[in-house]
């Protein structure tokens, strides 16, 4: 079966701009969560959502937010880039009821 | 607040010996994950621990749960240079409002040398 599908893989963007990320879970996945990776901070929780809906959320400033569609699809965006949000940015796809996480290949976003 | 320990953070072995890397974890857990990281890749998952006791392998690697002293080892047997990633151990709270939230260790920085 197909896994979890990230685009783009890699970014580029400046200051100040705002980016879009997107992930398409394992089909039959109703969650996904988000992740930032960095090498000073590790790997931290972002969100999750669930049927369109988020449910738990992380210690992030509002510029980061993200959304659900009906096909269970997420997108997280980051709103005024900061140096500081250069990182590797991985979602999660999860069965709901089930156990088990499976991680996208993660989009590398570079902000200069 | 979770927390997750990870011990060894950097660990330089010679192939065909053995170690164990050490995964704390501060509050009650449902689950434990166990996640393979190469230079640039994604998180690759080893194993999942889902019980007191609970003990998996695969290969060159085992991974084992103790609930009750909130630990979990992988204990790397006879390292090949192909195990040489980093290792990551991931908690998933036993709380009813964890949806989704993995809090992960710090890392294993795992070399194996000839």
């Known amino acids: 079966k197909a896994g979890v599908t990230q685009t783009p893989r890699y970014l580029i963007k400046t200051r100040g701009q705002q980016v879009t990320l997107s992930c398409s879970p394992i089909s039959g996945h109703r969650s996904v969560s988000w992740y930032q990776q960095t090498p000073g901070q590790g790997l931290q929780f972002l969100f999750e959502?669930?049927?369109?809906?988020?449910?738990n959320k992380g210690n992030f400033p509002g510029r980061f937010s993200g959304r659900q569609f009906s096909n269970s699809r997420s997108e997280m965006n980051v709103s005024t880039l900061e140096l500081g949000d250069s990182a590797l940015y991985l979602c999660a796809s999860h069965r709901s009821g089930g156990y088990g996480y499976t991680f996208g290949s993660g989009t590398r976003l570079t902000v200069v | 607040e979770l927390k997750v320990e990870q011990n060894p953070l950097f660990l330089s072995m010679q192939e065909g010996k053995n170690y164990t890397i050490y995964c704390n974890y501060s509050?009650?857990?449902?689950?434990l994950y166990w996640y393979r990281q190469d230079p640039g890749k994604s998180l690759e998952s080893l194993f999942v621990?889902?019980?007191?006791?609970a003990v998996k392998q695969e290969g060159r690697l085992m991974a084992s749960l103790d609930t009750k002293a909130r630990l979990s080892t992988l204990h790397i047997t006879a390292a090949v240079h192909d195990l040489s990633a980093t290792y990551f151990c991931a908690v998933e709270d036993a709380g009813g409002t964890s949806y989704g939230k993995l809090t992960f260790g710090q890392g294993t920085i795992l070399t194996v040398h000839p």
């Open positions: 959502y669930f049927s369109e809906t988020q449910r």
């Open positions: 509050t009650t857990s449902d689950r």
């Open positions: 621990l889902l019980s007191n006791g």
